[in-house]
């Protein structure tokens, strides 16, 4: 089975704190994304990579970066935490072409709450 | 720009059958999709119709029709598990494009 970890299934932090959210897939996916889902607004794409050391903008990437030095791991970065960032962010990976149903494996999910 | 709406919230009865429509506005995409969140989950994925027609997988079926710009999920013989959001997306080069999602209420 796939598997998608996520570091946390609960993070509290303080407004201007530097936040890292880590995402480990074990089934060698080229994609990788990070989204934020809030109530009434499904999930918005925050960063996604689609190999190594590639990362391409969402939606909302404001207040946000990504990392991803290895394939199996992509990290979400707050650079400095904000209350309007609280929220559940998740992490998924796929396989890595288009119009192959895209099917995407999400992690359990981090739900953050900045105060 | 590309955007998807769906219902917001659908009721039925145990047992019964119901349909989850999905309208869409895009200027090309490969496929539609659909994944269930239950609450507290993460989303997991359901169906994926890249042609016109429907798709049937047990319970649920899946249909596009590009020329309406239009899908739907459909769930047969209800059941309390069925219970969750479901969501519809576009597969729109390397990332899917979400809708909203439709929260299904079961009652007994």
């Known amino acids: 089975d796939v598997k998608v970890t996520q570091s946390s299934r609960y993070l509290v932090k303080r407004t201007g704190e530097k936040v890292f959210l880590e995402c480990v897939q074990d089934?060698?996916?080229?994609?990788m994304f990070w989204y934020r889902q809030d109530p009434g607004l499904g999930l918005r794409l925050i960063y996604f990579?689609?190999?190594?050391?590639?990362?391409e903008k969402g939606d909302i990437p404001e207040g946000y970066s990504v990392s991803r030095e290895k394939k199996e791991r992509f990290s979400l970065i707050l650079e400095s935490a904000s209350t309007n960032q609280t929220s559940m962010y998740l992490c998924?990976?796929?396989?890595?072409?288009?119009?192959?149903?895209?099917?995407?494996?999400f992690g359990p999910g981090t739900r953050l709450t900045v105060t | 720009g590309q955007s998807l709406e769906q219902p917001s919230e659908v009721t039925a009865v145990e047992g019964a059958i119901v349909q989850i429509n999905c309208t869409y506005q895009?200027?090309?995409?490969?496929?539609l999709s659909w994944y269930q969140q239950h609450d507290g989950g993460a989303p997991t994925f359901l169906s994926y119709?890249?042609l016109d027609g429907l798709e049937e997988t047990g319970r649920f079926s899946s249909f596009l029709s590009r020329s309406d710009s239009y899908g739907y999920l459909l769930l047969q013989e209800l059941q309390m598990k069925d219970s969750a959001s479901y969501f519809c997306?576009?597969?729109?080069?390397?990332?899917?494009?979400w809708g909203a999602g439709t929260k299904l209420i079961i009652k007994p």
């Open positions: 997306a576009l597969d729109s080069n390397y990332q899917l494009i």
């Open positions: 998924a990976s796929s396989p890595p072409l288009p119009g192959q149903g895209l099917e995407q494996y």
């Open positions: 990579s689609y190999d190594v050391k590639m990362k």
């Open positions: 895009t200027s090309g995409f490969y496929g």
């Open positions: 089934m060698d996916h080229e994609n």
């Open positions: 119709n890249a």
